[in-house]
């Protein structure tokens, strides 16, 4: 699965700024919760804290269980929360091995019927004749019937209910194996929480991972319970209900004759084992369109893509990237797509980015719908991008799964890179990484840095809802990375063949894969296994010199990080001769074992400038052992460096030092005319044909960025000495941009007009998009201002599709004096183009509550009272509430009035989606890194959280950790 992240949201529309959003949009991450260890049978529940203490604290079970037996229970009860262990995994004694499931959907009512086959598991003998387990959310599913082989168990005796748990006695069970039937009823349109069965728009769906088939039916919800779903019927009013779909094959369809109600069912079979994470029912009156893939071997794949129906012509973009997923994977890894169908559902209110069920992925509107009107370019990079990455756990994800949530890097860090190199090889492998390090920089980085910060495999937790994070997503695609840096691309594909051979079918550990990776090479990786243990951001300091005489180049390498052993680290490296500026060593991966190592490269002829980490190899701080940055370094490698992310980075290093010189008063003549040599080389230089990378290498580090550079953030400070900055550059080279901007108008004008998303129309307007936000900054004097306006609304009136409509709405929503004028024009503009269309209606909230404007939050506030504002939708709380958070200045003014309004939001939403007020807390944790003032007014906020009553379990965790 891929959970909202903020580049879902709306950091990559933000050409402004090319920011990158707090970890409370979103993790690469944020999700559901489960409990796979079973550690507390009769009082834990489904994400290790007991509902009895939910009911204690008034939480979510201060909600009336729809089981009697539970709540009777839950009022005499009062427990701890539960922390879950990684150390303390068992497996289960016993296995549901095959389902049969009935779901009969009513108006108001849903009844589940479901048969399991139940099983001893051979291989946890010193656990059989235990009792079975089914986990289960009282506060969702009412036990109406339970029998096995046909016989009706008699409660408490048979089995008991408990907070979160249907425990049959082992001396019910029959062995080897049973059939247990249970029959209950859920209310899916009151389902606020969007986990399990519920209601979105006109059209029922499920989510299931972690903790959500709980909340559908009693079941033993662990990733390591892989059974074959055999038959799963769904029958639903045919009017209200024309498209019925479930995993797998559709063997059966028909209609129901009974009572002459107008019904109808599908019955739907998937052959292949799964967990119940992977479980998915759809119901809803949808359109769709079709088509077809022939796979390597020639089997025909049908292809469907469902949506409301006024999205159906959003949908082709996505069909073609299913279609290029599909043949990517074929080719580069050997791996062929298994069912002889392969749906997907776009739905509207969706807690993540997209769902990976097996054959039937479910996907928020944001990621799979996109025309002209909807989305911009970065919006179709993610399309793309997250079509592939569900489609490509098919395999890593699906056919070989993860046997406890401790292990979820295993799926999502693989997926994750290979989406990634996907993305790569559809456009530009050199921005796809430079995106990809922002992201992680600016995210990932300061998770580490705070009180969540874990491990890629966490060793505990109490909600699994918090560790859908950047650090298990994001850092651990690195940690991927890395082994495909050590062992070669050859050689990791080598490892993957084997990974798949050992385990297809199985549900695996971290471990299992490594094991795999380095049985396939020959290659010791125990060292490279700390990676997995150890939390936090390592730190690699490098020292250099170079001895003329031998002609040797002496390079000492520090690593220090929060394992009590060195890490395996692979330090990519080249070097490039001072006098010619010509490649002398090609890249070259040293493996930094020790905690400090000297490499030496012989034979040369002349002095070198290293080029060091090239590509990003490996997610570390790099940084000079004499604790100064060397401008002429960064100079001399931003003009000269082979490795476009290198020089990408030392144009990035330069403007930082240029703009913590401009925020601290100090001398900035040197870094100035550095900067001023590698902005107007940039520009000039006519080599350069990817536009993208030029965009890049013009525009400034972003505020979060830059405050990942600092150990006390100051947001404010920071963004006036950012802002200082690109005027400067802007003044200085105004007639050099407008000419480029000019330029590449008049070939935008010779298209006629024609929307194209290929690489150069994407790369043509990014760089477009950057040069208005120079031009635009130009605004001290009432001239100017107008100036600014009249360039922008041209720039709006004249674009083709929405990222230039973006890039010019973002300019104009934070021009103020006569400007003012020009702004609230463009405001009403935007909204009546975007009237009818959600994706672009939350565009018209983000860019209001991301405006740099001193009355920005009283903006915000009277926007949440908007008629189209609702909290109920996750996608328009966060594209308002959320990314309002990502306005550092504002949100972190030092009234604390930011942190107050943010407080209330979380509050507010936790009573109806504990994912959302989760996410939205994790904007406050970070106060240790802010001056005492504010530090103390966004922990007194936590504080305030701390105390509510009642509070959701996900909020309840990140609050206690954030106060610690």
Not at 441 to 466: C, K, L, T
Not at 596 to 623: E, H, Y
Not at 902 to 912: M, N, R
Not at 940 to 960: C, G, H, N, R, Y
Request: glycine letters at 6%.
């Amino acid at each position: 699965s891929l959970a909202f992240t903020a580049g879902a949201t709306a950091s990559n529309t933000f050409v402004r700024s090319f920011e990158t959003a707090p970890s409370c949009i979103g993790a690469a991450n944020s999700r559901r919760g489960d409990s796979s260890l079973h550690l507390f049978p009769m009082a834990s529940s489904s994400n290790g804290v007991c509902t009895a203490t939910k009911a204690a604290r008034g939480g979510a079970s201060a909600v009336v269980a729809l089981n009697h037996a539970v709540q009777a229970t839950a009022e005499k009860t009062t427990v701890t929360p539960v922390e879950n262990f990684r150390k303390d995994y068992t497996p289960p004694s016993n296995f549901v091995t095959s389902v049969e499931m009935d779901f009969n959907i009513r108006d108001g009512k849903t009844t589940v019927t479901s048969l399991l086959t139940v099983s001893t598991n051979p291989n946890a003998l010193q656990h059989q004749n235990q009792d079975l387990v089914l986990d289960g959310d009282e506060t969702s599913v009412s036990l109406l019937h339970l029998s096995i082989n046909e016989k009706d168990l008699v409660e408490g005796i048979d089995y008991e209910i408990f907070p979160g748990k249907l425990v049959i006695k082992a001396s019910t069970l029959t062995r080897p194996s049973c059939v247990v039937k249970t029959v209950v009823e859920i209310i899916p349109e009151e389902n606020t929480q969007l986990q399990g069965l519920y209601k979105s728009g006109s059209a029922y769906c499920t989510q299931c991972e972690a903790m959500g088939f709980r909340r559908i039916t009693y079941y033993p919800d662990r990733p390591d319970n892989m059974a074959t779903f055999q038959r799963v019927r769904i029958e639903a009013d045919k009017a209200s209900y024309t498209v019925l779909l479930s995993n797998g094959n559709l063997i059966e369809t028909g209609e129901v004759n009974e009572g002459g109600e107008g019904r109808h069912y599908s019955v739907w079979q998937d052959p292949f084992p799964k967990p119940s994470y992977l479980f998915c029912v759809v119901a809803g009156n949808l359109g769709s369109i079709r088509d077809t893939y022939i796979t390597s071997s020639g089997r025909k794949v049908q292809l469907e893509i469902f949506g409301e129906f006024d999205n159906v012509k959003k949908l082709d973009y996505a069909m073609t990237s299913l279609k290029k997923s599909m043949k990517w994977d074929e080719d580069t890894f050997g791996l062929e797509y298994d069912l002889d169908v392969y749906n997907i559902v776009a739905v509207a209110d969706f807690n993540m980015g997209a769902m990976e069920n097996k054959g039937l992925n479910v996907f928020n509107n944001a990621l799979v719908l996109a025309d002209p009107d909807s989305a911009t370019d970065q919006d179709y990079e993610r399309v793309e991008g997250v079509i592939g990455h569900e489609y490509f756990h098919n395999w890593t994800g699906n056919r070989v799964t993860c046997r406890d949530w401790f292990q979820l890097t295993l799926k999502e860090g693989l997926t994750v890179f290979r989406d990634q190199e996907f993305s790569g090889d559809m456009g530009s492998k050199a921005v796809k990484r430079i995106e990809t390090v922002k992201g992680l920089r600016g995210r990932q980085f300061a998770e580490d840095a705070g009180p969540m910060s874990h491990p890629v495999r966490p060793e505990s937790y109490i909600s699994m809802d918090n560790f859908y994070t950047a650090t298990v997503y994001s850092k651990g695609s690195e940690v991927i990375r890395m082994y495909n840096t050590l062992l070669t691309p050859a050689g990791f594909r080598k490892g993957m063949d084997l990974y798949f051979k050992r385990h297809d079918g199985s549900a695996v550990t971290c471990d299992d894969f490594r094991a795999a990776m380095a049985d396939a090479n020959g290659f010791d990786l125990e060292q490279f296994s700390l990676w997995y243990s150890t939390p936090g951001t390592p730190t690699v300091t490098y020292s250099y010199s170079y001895d003329a005489k031998a002609g040797k180049f002496i390079l000492t390498l520090t690593q220090k990080s929060k394992s009590a052993e060195p890490l395996h680290i692979p330090i990519s490296t080249g070097l490039i001769e001072k006098a010619t500026g010509k490649e002398v060593v090609p890249t070259t991966v040293l493996n930094l074992k020790q905690e400090s190592q000297t490499f030496t490269f012989d034979g040369l002829n002349g002095d070198v400038v290293p080029s060091i980490l090239r590509d990003f190899s490996a997610p570390i701080k790099l940084l000079p052992a004499s604790g100064k940055e060397d401008e002429s370094l960064f100079a001399f490698l931003a003009a000269h460096d082979t490795d476009g992310f290198n020089k990408w980075e030392s144009g990035q290093k330069l403007y930082t030092s240029f703009i913590f010189k401009t925020m601290r008063g100090e001398q900035i003549d040197q870094a100035e005319a550095f900067v001023y040599e590698a902005f107007g080389r940039t520009l000039a230089d006519e080599t350069v044909t990817d536009y993208s990378i030029k965009a890049y290498a013009l525009a400034l580090p972003s505020e979060s960025g830059l405050f990942e550079e600092l150990d006390v953030i100051d947001p404010t400070a920071v963004r006036v000495a950012r802002k200082k900055v690109k005027k400067m550059i802007a003044r200085k080279f105004q007639r050099d941009i407008r000419a480029m901007y000019d330029h590449l108008t008049s070939d935008m004008e010779a298209d006629n007009g024609e929307f194209k998303v290929d690489a150069v129309a994407r790369g043509r307007r990014a760089l477009r998009n950057v040069l208005l936000d120079y031009l635009c900054s130009i605004s001290d004097t009432a001239e100017e201002q107008n100036a600014a306006a009249d360039l922008a609304l041209g720039h709006y009136n004249s674009a083709s599709g929405l990222t230039d409509k973006m890039a010019a709405f973002q300019c104009l929503a934070s021009m103020s004096g006569v400007a003012a004028t020009a702004r609230d024009e463009v405001i009403d503009k935007f909204y009546e183009f975007a009237k009818g269309n959600a994706l672009a209606v939350d565009k018209w909230f983000m860019t209001q509550a991301i405006a740099d404007l001193p009355d920005v939050l009283d903006r915000v506030k009277a926007l949440a009272s908007h008629p189209d504002f609702t909290m109920k939708n996750p996608n328009r709380f966060r594209s308002l509430i959320s990314v309002f958070t990502m306005n550092s200045a504002p949100f972190h003014q030092e009234t604390g009035e930011g942190y107050l309004f943010i407080g209330q939001k979380i509050a507010e939403v936790d009573k109806l989606n504990p994912q959302l007020s989760s996410r939205l807390a994790s904007s406050l944790i970070q106060w240790r890194r802010y001056d005492s003032n504010r530090a103390s007014l966004m922990k007194a906020e936590l504080q305030k959280l701390a105390t509510m009553k009642p509070i959701s379990d996900d909020l309840f965790e990140i609050v206690t950790k954030g106060l610690k």
